[in-house]
């Protein structure tokens, strides 16, 4: 199986639901060219009603996080039973802004990988490393133990459908992205680490960058080896800007 690029669009705490149908309904209408995988994600009161305004088009539902136990007493959570169940394809888990304001621990993250395989759901798993870290010169080793974490739940016919995005903290939101050498070079990273866990498993997962990505700089990482897609915050929220980048990202898929 080849590596199709993905991009995804992160909504966010963005988003009523009228204008979540808006903006659905912007991109399920556009021709979306082949050789590239489109998902949205819109925060959970959205999520049932752009299902349904998806239907008939090739654009996938994702949702931005949720608990890993599939019912239960657990006021105020999602469970992946619900997320299948409003037709999400994806799940976005560990993203920095739920480890940095929600105190999501990679313990926490490795829980949800492993739930949402079970029940079906394919997590978009994130990492990356803080401005301090990198500054300190310790980005290789933050990110790939927050690899070796998060994967350890996940099982040998599991791991060729994961989905990784490495987003580097201080790039998301800031309009400061990482250059497509240096993102390369850490998705390279990451790739090592899924191949010596995984075997030649680790080669068919996606990776993506996220973080600042604009129609401006997709197609620099776009062409970078190791890079499958992005993860696109701001950008995701206007479809003009956002089918720029899902164009920049076509090209034949790898692995
Ligand atoms: P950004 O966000 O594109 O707005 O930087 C990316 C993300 O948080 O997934």
């Known amino acids: 199986m080849a590596r199709l690029p993905l991009v995804a669009g992160n909504w966010k705490m963005y988003k009523t639901v009228g204008d979540a149908l808006a903006l659905a ?13 489109v998902a949205l994600c819109p925060p959970f009161t959205a999520l049932a009603e752009v299902s349904r305004a998806l239907e008939g088009s090739r654009i996938r539902l994702g949702a ?3 608990y890993w136990e599939a019912q239960g007493a657990f006021t105020g959570e999602i469970s992946p039973l619900m997320l299948s169940d409003v037709g999400c394809t994806y799940v976005i888990v560990g993203h ?10 990679d313990a926490a993250v490795a829980k949800k990988v492993g739930s949402a395989f079970g029940h079906g759901l394919v997590p978009i ?6 401005l301090e ?15 070796e ?3 350890a739940g996940v099982g040998d016919g599991q791991a060729a459908r994961l989905v990784v995005a490495y987003e580097p903290v201080w790039a998301i939101g800031t309009g400061r992205s990482a250059s497509g050498e240096e993102a390369n ?20 997962v996606r990776i993506l960058y996220g973080g600042s990505v604009t129609g401006d700089n997709a197609a620099e990482f776009a062409r970078q080896r190791e890079i499958d897609g992005a993860l696109v915050g701001g950008a ?14 076509v090209r034949s898929p790898r692995g």
Do not use: N, W, Y
């Open 96 to 105: 920095s802004e739920r480890r940095q304001h929600f105190g999501e621990t």
């Open 64 to 66: 931005q996080d949720m």
């Open 25 to 37: 309904h912007a991109l399920a209408r556009e021709a979306l060219p082949d050789g590239v995988e």
């Open 149 to 151: 974490a998060g994967v």
């Open 125 to 130: 798993m994130c990492v990356g490393e803080r």
């Open 236 to 249: 995701s929220l206007d479809p003009q800007k956002f089918l720029r980048i899902i164009h920049s990202a």
């Open 133 to 147: 870290e990198r500054d300190a010169g310790r980005t290789d080793q933050v990110v790939a133990a927050q690899m």
């Open 185 to 204: 070079r850490v998705c390279g990273l990451i790739r090592s680490v899924l191949s010596e866990r995984f075997g030649p498993a680790g080669d068919q």
